[in-house]
């Protein structure tokens, strides 16, 4: 079955560390991709997608067909990056999710 | 201007009691989702709306869930006969044209449902 994983439910890192987020994915062909982040006490939002090839926050999310991964990388996490994170695939018109990983970064 | 509003904010229900959850999605999208966050399941998807019929229904879990959407706005997701195990956060989206389209999903806050 078409799938996206996401293997760390939590990731912890101190402030100044870089951090990576892991997604991989299990469709055939070139899938849409996406991170969404869940901030405290705030709604689900879209980070960014790889399509636009952006940066956000410090954020970068490089698609790797080869290894069809998807990881979210930010050179120097800061406190207020701490938030769950969840990467997500086009599946013919709507978004599926990975289980998501919770990240905490200590000051 | 106002986001994707969802009641109620909580509900608690007995066991075999049905429920109705609402969503009011941003005004002129014409793309609506469910979605329901389980603890350590992540997001899982359960159906989409464009306008108002449902491409994909597949993600429903059993024949007691059901939604629709009416006049390519306000959806609704009703749950008969509640079951333990349909307690969880229920997360609404709406998009202005659909992911096929390019645009993004927006969220709103859930209707964390408890079935005790």
């Known amino acids: 079955a078409q799938r996206v994983t996401q293997p760390e439910k939590l990731l912890s890192v101190f402030k100044g560390a870089p951090v990576e987020l892991k997604c991989n994915y299990s469709y055939s062909g070139s899938p849409e991709l996406f991170w969404y982040v869940q901030y405290s006490r705030q709604r689900l939002q879209l980070l960014l997608r790889h399509i636009s090839r952006e940066s956000i926050k410090g954020f970068t999310a490089d698609l790797n067909k080869g290894e069809t991964s998807f990881h979210l990388k930010k050179p120097f996490a800061q406190e207020e990056d701490s938030a769950m994170y969840y990467c997500?695939?086009?599946?013919?018109?709507?978004?599926?999710f990975g289980q998501g990983t919770e990240l905490s970064v200590k000051p | 201007g106002a986001g994707v509003s969802q009641s109620p904010s909580n509900k608690v229900t007995e066991k075999g009691k049905d429920v109705e959850l609402r969503c009011d999605p941003i005004?002129?999208?014409?793309?609506l989702y469910w979605y329901r966050q389980s603890l350590g399941q992540g997001l899982e998807f359960l159906i989409y709306f464009q306008g108002n019929s449902a491409p994909d229904k597949s993600g429903l879990p059993s024949d007691r869930f059901s939604a629709e959407r009416t006049g390519g706005s306000v959806s609704t997701l009703t749950i008969q006969r509640t079951q333990q195990e349909d307690s969880a956060v229920y997360l609404c989206?709406?998009?202005?044209?659909?992911?096929?389209?390019?645009?993004?999903?927006?969220f709103g806050n859930g209707t964390r449902l408890t079935v005790t």
């Open positions: 989206a709406s998009s202005l044209g659909g992911i096929l389209q390019g645009s993004p999903l927006h």
């Open positions: 997500a695939a086009d599946q013919g018109g709507k978004l599926i």
């Open positions: 005004s002129g999208h014409t793309a």
